[in-house]
């Protein structure tokens, strides 16, 4: 059954959460507690198992706007091991700059953000995290297989090339490219190169994958078919993802928990917890609470975009 709750959530903000305890990480088996409860005492994290990203009151401003306002304020985000998480709101409210922060790539102004037990700095530098971006952006001269294993051999010298291409070889495999090995980019699909770059931060057997808009450029089936592919990732892996996406259906569909962005300052508005037990596939679009909780987002955003909702 799902549970409506209003109040302040995990991250400080006032919203409403939707929770079951059907909707706990696969991946994180150690998981346990009573999801309700921790949603309305705002202690999911400390009560259901270890937090690999928090961040508490960032807020970012990027050099070269002088004195101008920060991007986003006021972030307050606790993301389970293990479980995957959705960033969603309206174009400029930051999705993409809170995403850089995590990676170590834009340092917050203010506030604290801590990845593994360790800075975003510190977390980039022990390779913990992976980066996938809407462009592929393979090296063109480069097959597949070095593709994939090219970022492993610039940034671990001490890994023998034969091991990385091994690496990348089987991630290439597991992302269902292993008849691909020696095609270039260009007789790659998109889809299929967007499988090449994933494969390619997999293959820095990173514990987090951050995703930025992954399958923004993919046609609607394609796109069908990465979300699919993120959920047999996960589910061999188990690893924490983080995924940019203006899709309310592949938020709801991948996702344990979304977070709903607005813009001005850039914020996390509301944070909703999908009620929806995993393994989930096609049929899990066929369950009525995956379209109340699409209902929900999309009120959320539209609100996150400054309109009111329309009355139902
Ligand atoms: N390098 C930069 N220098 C200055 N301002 C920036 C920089 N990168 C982004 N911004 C500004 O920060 C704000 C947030 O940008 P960001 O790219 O994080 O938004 P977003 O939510 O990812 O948008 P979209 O959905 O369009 O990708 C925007 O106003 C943008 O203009
Ligand atoms: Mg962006």
């Known amino acids: 059954m799902i549970e409506r709750v209003m109040g302040r959530n995990e991250n400080g903000s006032e919203g409403i959460r939707q929770v079951n305890a059907a909707s706990e990480p696969a991946a994180n088996r150690t998981l346990s507690g009573n999801p309700t409860?921790?949603?309305?005492?705002?202690?999911?994290a400390e009560k259901t198992g270890p937090a690999m990203i928090t961040?508490?009151?960032?807020?970012?401003?990027?050099p070269g706007v002088k004195n101008g306002p920060a991007v986003i304020?006021?972030?307050?985000?606790?993301?389970?091991?293990?479980?995957?998480?959705?960033?969603?709101?309206?174009?400029?409210?930051?999705?993409?700059?809170?995403l850089k922060a995590i990676a170590g790539l834009v340092p917050p102004a203010k506030g604290r953000m801590d990845i593994a037990g360790v800075t975003p700095?510190?977390?980039?530098?022990?390779?913990?995290?992976?980066?996938?971006?809407?462009?592929?952006?393979?090296?063109?001269?480069?097959?597949?297989?070095?593709?994939?294993?090219?970022?492993?051999?610039?940034?671990?010298?001490?890994?023998?090339?034969?091991?990385?291409?091994?690496?990348?070889?089987?991630?290439?495999?597991?992302?269902?490219?292993?008849?691909?090995?020696?095609?270039?980019?260009?007789?790659?699909?998109?889809?299929?190169?967007?499988?090449?770059?994933?494969?390619?931060?997999?293959?820095?057997?990173?514990?987090?994958?951050?995703?930025?808009?992954?399958?923004?450029?993919?046609?609607?089936?394609?796109?069908?078919?990465?979300s699919y592919l993120i959920l047999d990732i996960w589910e061999r892996t188990g690893k924490t993802i983080v995924l940019v996406t203006h899709s309310i259906d592949e938020a709801v569909l991948l996702s344990?928990?979304?977070?709903?962005?607005?813009?001005?300052?850039?914020?996390?508005?509301?944070?909703?917890?999908?009620?929806?037990?995993?393994?989930?596939?096609?049929q899990s679009f066929a369950d009525p609470r995956f379209r109340e909780t699409e209902i929900l987002l999309r009120d959320r955003l539209i609100e996150s975009h400054g309109r009111p909702r329309q009355a139902s």
């Open 37 to 44: 409860e921790n949603a309305t005492t705002g202690r999911q």
């Open 55 to 62: 961040a508490q009151n960032i807020a970012i401003s990027y």
């Open 73 to 98: 304020q006021d972030i307050n985000l606790s993301i389970r091991d293990g479980s995957i998480v959705s960033l969603i709101g309206p174009s400029g409210c930051g999705k993409s700059t809170l």
């Open 121 to 226: 700095q510190e977390a980039a530098q022990r390779r913990l995290v992976g980066l996938v971006f809407q462009e592929a952006n393979l090296l063109p001269w480069k097959t597949a297989l070095d593709n994939a294993a090219f970022l492993l051999q610039v940034s671990d010298k001490s890994i023998p090339a034969n091991e990385a291409r091994e690496r990348a070889a089987e991630n290439l495999r597991l992302v269902g490219l292993g008849e691909a090995l020696t095609k270039l980019p260009s007789q790659l699909s998109g889809g299929m190169r967007q499988r090449a770059s994933i494969a390619r931060a997999l293959t820095l057997n990173p514990q987090i994958l951050l995703m930025d808009e992954p399958f923004g450029a993919l046609d609607a089936i394609t796109r069908e078919e990465m």
């Open 256 to 282: 344990h928990e979304v977070h709903v962005m607005g813009v001005k300052p850039g914020r996390i508005v509301c944070s909703i917890t999908v009620p929806l037990a995993f393994p989930r596939n096609s």
